[in-house]
């Protein structure tokens, strides 16, 4: 039941996604006008909204025009689901379970958008940072927020260790970015890089973090060698290795220790 309730979970926010997806980038408002058919403008009923569920039951068609709706709308919600899913079966349903599917899903919409539109709402990847940022002290619970103060130097270390490992990685990339722009005379690595890299390095800490930088990169490989003079977003490939070595953390932990014994 824990897992069904977290997928659930998961596929309104995916839902909420789609939203700021499609919205965001063309500077719209989130919240008006209500949810409606961008071909024949009509507004949508609460049945043509219940997330994966009335793609299917609509046939992927609008219920008035019937104009085809984007399949993108449901992989997103199925896939919010999945990582709603996959963190509540590494850390159970908790508040640091929410607050760090929260942070995926951002990054999950992150990376559709950068997709679609080369560009990084500055919005979401801000409020993925902050919420990476503030993730410590969710794993005491929601003891903190109700005022608890008997564990107010816990609190303070986690803090300080998550922006610290923020910064190191933030720097680090602006640092980089500056030196591939030096070498190849062009923009490598954007703002957008330095935030994502920051989000990562507050939650997953050292060494971690450097393991998701490689995998990223390797990821990366193959899609920017068939692209060749094309342009290829990176967020995505940051967004898919963080979430893979947060969901295997003790396994990398294990090779590292190995590694460096």
């Given at each position: 039941?824990?897992?069904?309730?977290?997928?659930?979970?998961?596929?309104?926010?995916?839902?909420?996604?789609?939203?700021?997806?499609?919205?965001?980038?063309?500077?719209?408002?989130?919240?008006?006008?209500?949810?409606?058919?961008?071909?024949?403008?009509?507004?949508?009923?609460?049945?043509?909204?219940?997330?994966?569920?009335?793609?299917?039951?609509?046939?992927?068609?609008?219920?008035?025009?019937?104009?085809?709706?984007?399949?993108?709308?449901?992989?997103?919600?199925?896939?919010?689901?999945?990582?709603?899913?996959?963190?509540?079966?590494?850390?159970?349903?908790?508040?640091?379970?929410?607050?760090?599917?929260?942070?995926?899903?951002?990054?999950?919409?992150?990376?559709?958008?950068?997709?679609?539109?080369?560009?990084?709402?500055?919005?979401?990847?801000?409020?993925?940072?902050?919420?990476?940022?503030?993730?410590?002290?969710?794993?005491?619970?929601?003891?903190?927020?109700?005022?608890?103060?008997?564990?107010?130097?816990?609190?303070?270390?986690?803090?300080?260790?998550?922006?610290?490992?923020?910064?190191?990685?933030?720097?680090?990339f602006f640092i980089l970015g500056q030196l591939v722009k030096?070498?190849?005379?062009?923009?490598?690595?954007g703002e957008a890089d330095i935030i994502i890299a920051a989000?990562?390095?507050?939650?997953?800490?050292?060494?971690?973090?450097?393991?998701?930088?490689?995998?990223?990169?390797?990821?990366?490989?193959?899609?920017?060698?068939?692209?060749?003079?094309?342009?290829?977003?990176?967020?995505?490939?940051?967004?898919?290795?963080?979430?893979?070595?947060?969901?295997?953390?003790?396994?990398?932990?294990?090779?590292?220790?190995?590694?460096?014994?």
């Amino acid at each position: 039941m824990g897992l069904l309730f977290a997928f659930f979970t998961g596929l309104v926010i995916g839902s909420f996604l789609n939203v700021l997806i499609v919205r965001i980038p063309k500077g719209e408002n989130v919240a008006f006008p209500p949810s409606h058919c961008p071909k024949c403008d009509n507004p949508l009923r609460w049945w043509h909204n219940i997330p994966l569920v009335s793609w299917i039951m609509l046939r992927g068609k609008c219920a008035y025009c019937q104009s085809p709706i984007s399949k993108l709308y449901p992989i997103v919600e199925l896939f919010t689901g999945l990582i709603f899913v996959s963190v509540a079966m590494k850390t159970g349903l908790n508040a640091h379970w929410f607050v760090a599917s929260l942070i995926f899903a951002l990054l999950l919409a992150l990376s559709v958008i950068d997709l679609k539109y080369y560009a990084v709402p500055d919005s979401l990847n801000f409020t993925a940072l902050i919420l990476a940022l503030l993730l410590p002290l969710f794993d005491f619970g929601w003891d903190w927020f109700v005022g608890d103060l008997e564990n107010f130097d816990t609190y303070r270390h986690a803090l300080i260790l998550s922006f610290k490992n923020a910064a190191i990685m933030g720097l680090a990339f602006f640092i980089l970015g500056q030196l591939v722009k030096f070498a190849i005379k062009k923009d490598a690595l954007g703002e957008a890089d330095i935030i994502i890299a920051a989000t990562m390095g507050a939650l997953l800490g050292f060494p971690l973090v450097l393991i998701a930088i490689y995998i990223a990169a390797l990821l990366a490989i193959v899609p920017a060698l068939f692209a060749r003079k094309h342009m290829v977003p990176f967020v995505p490939f940051l967004a898919l290795a963080t979430w893979i070595v947060y969901i295997f953390a003790p396994t990398f932990r294990h090779w590292w220790s190995m590694l460096y014994a």
